[in-house]
T-cell receptor, first 111, second 115 residues
């Protein structure tokens, strides 16, 4: 079963609006990461947040982590059409600290 | 230092043929991980290899799939007698140490289409 589950599965917003995606996971983690994947392309690493961190920023991205609720959120502020992509959360914890991915949120930003 | 290189980028096979997917890790990386992504889904772990060793193959289907990472050369994911359900994107990642979560880099993937 998947460790991370994203919510919503799909999100459509207008350019300039903020987009919030949520991720829930089941077991203890050392860190949680967010990735972006443009259609038909590879993964782009966005941000990593460690289990002892509550919030992290990178440009227009803001990630929060609530280990008590086993959940994380990714906020993209002032969205652009170029932000249209699928966004995945990934958690560690397996042998070799392998990453376990959620099902993703498909974000569409309309110009 | 080139990133993780996967080839081919696109592969079309007829049902029953064999598919061989290659992954050249980043220079100095001795750990390779293979993931499969079905359409509209997330990545699912398949196998974790170090040079000449399979460390964890818990995500590999029991039949038709095999993987290797020889002392020299790329890691190979081999799918025998492909079926339509094998159509997916296959990604590999590599890391220098046994810490994929913080040290791994992903390739661009191989998109396998079985016709």
């Amino acid at each position: 079963s998947q460790q991370g589950e994203e919510d919503p599965q799909a999100l459509s917003i207008q350019e300039g609006e903020n987009a919030t995606m949520n991720c829930s996971y089941k077991t203890s983690i050392n860190n949680l990461q967010w990735y972006r994947q443009n259609s038909g392309r590879g993964l782009v690493h966005l941000i990593l947040i460690r289990s002892n961190e509550r919030e992290k920023h990178s440009g227009r991205l803001r990630v929060t982590l609530d280990t008590s609720k086993k959940s994380s959120s990714l906020l993209i502020t002032a969205s652009r059409a170029a932000d249209t992509a699928s966004y995945f959360c990934a958690t560690d914890g397996g042998a070799g600290n392998m990453l376990t991915f959620g099902g993703g949120t498909r974000l569409m930003v309309k110009p | 230092n080139a990133g993780v290189m996967q080839n081919p980028r696109h592969l079309v096979r007829r049902r029953g043929q064999e598919a061989r997917l290659r992954c050249s890790p980043m220079k100095g990386h001795s750990h390779v991980y293979w993931y499969r992504q079905l359409p509209e889904e997330g990545l699912k772990f398949m196998v974790y290899l170090q040079k000449e060793n399979i460390i964890d193959e818990s995500g590999m289907p029991k039949e038709r799939f095999s993987a290797e990472f020889p002392k020299e050369g790329p890691s190979i994911l081999r799918i025998q007698q492909v079926v339509r359900g094998d159509s997916a994107a296959y990604f590999c990642a590599s890391s220098p140490v046994d810490r994929m979560a913080t040290e791994a880099f992903f390739g661009q993937g191989t998109r396998l289409t079985v016709v």
